[in-house]
């Protein structure tokens, strides 16, 4: 069991705290984690969840309920941080939204992939698959029109754009390399073909820098944030560190999803605050003090709890 935790978490936390001393000593700048991030994002994740797809057996990709306890987590969580944000603390409704988004949006492309590979194997990379497919096309599109509601002085007025922005937001997402290519390689495991070794070497070749690059590119976020405790904070602590995961187990027993793909949802609902929530908060000049406090603190205490999680699991 020691062994299973120190695999999942000893690498994680070492090459963040590479990426966050690389700052720290003057190496890199806290701007260039935008390059590594682009890698990440645009090209290594997209091919290692391709590269998990092919080599995951139809049977295991075709789990609806899988797939619904991981909506319920992921979307359920989101809903209820939007009422706590609007009606607990009286936030407006663009500061709710990016409250939901930085309660409710795991940090699945850096933090969660490497931990679930090296836990799970290559089937690791399903929760982070289905995870990534329902964020980029229900949760954040949702987050751009409730934002844009929230920015006009007379709802109703800017209907027709606001379902022209969803429906642009949506088109980018399904054009993703992280979204494209994964369905990709379902269809490939679904019409069972197998793709020539060669191929599958050099889709391998560019997915093994995901999991490296994505955690120092996190290392090198996290430089420089400001350490705060409010209120706000504390509340966005306990829904995404806490309460997320609980609702992953109650979609697994409402869904009949057991074994590994069951630890697979729990662990991904753990998983810390995604630094994309940050981007989204300055791009909006909303919330983002709370939004930069909640992820750096989130991602320090998600060592602990994942590592909690492998024990209990393993």
């Known amino acids: 069991m020691l062994n299973t935790i120190l695999n999942g978490l000893l690498p994680v936390a070492f090459v963040i705290i590479l990426g966050w001393l690389s700052g720290r000593i003057g190496l890199l700048k806290h701007d260039d984690a935008g390059v590594l991030a682009t890698l990440v994002i645009r090209f290594a994740l997209p091919f290692a969840l391709f590269e998990g797809a092919v080599k995951t057996s139809p049977d295991k990709l075709h789990n609806v309920g899988f797939a619904l306890c991981l909506t319920l987590g992921l979307m359920g969580t989101y809903v209820l941080a939007l009422i706590v944000g609007r009606f607990v603390f009286r936030h407006d409704l663009r500061t709710a939204t990016m409250q939901a988004l930085v309660c409710a949006f795991p940090d699945m492309a850096y933090f969660g992939a490497p931990i679930l590979a090296s836990v799970f194997g ?16 229900f949760m954040l599109p949702l987050t751009i029109v409730l934002t844009n509601l929230g920015g006009t002085d007379q709802p109703g007025s800017d209907r027709p754009d606001i379902l022209r922005i969803f ?45 490296g690059t994505s955690l120092f590119a996190l290392g090198l976020m996290l430089y420089g944030e400001r350490f705060m405790i409010n209120s706000n904070v504390l509340t966005n602590l306990a829904i995404k560190n806490f309460l997320q995961p609980a609702i992953m187990a109650l979609g697994a027993v409402l869904f009949g999803v057991v074994g590994a793909p069951a630890h697979q949802a729990v662990i991904t609902g753990a998983v810390p605050t995604a630094t994309a929530a940050a981007m989204f908060a300055l791009k909006t000049k909303t919330y983002t003090a709370d939004a930069t406090a909640t992820i750096l603190i989130s991602t320090i205490l998600g060592v602990i709890t994942e590592g909690l999680l492998i024990a209990y699991f393993f």
């Open 167 to 211: 429906g642009q937001s949506v088109a980018r997402a399904v054009i993703n390399p992280i979204v494209w290519l994964p369905i990709s390689g379902m269809v490939l495991s679904f019409a069972h073909v197998t793709l020539p070794e060669p191929v599958l070497t050099s889709v391998d070749l560019i997915a093994k820098a995901a999991g």
């Open 122 to 137: 290559p089937e690791g990379f399903l929760a982070v698959l289905v995870g990534n497919l329902i964020t980029s096309i």
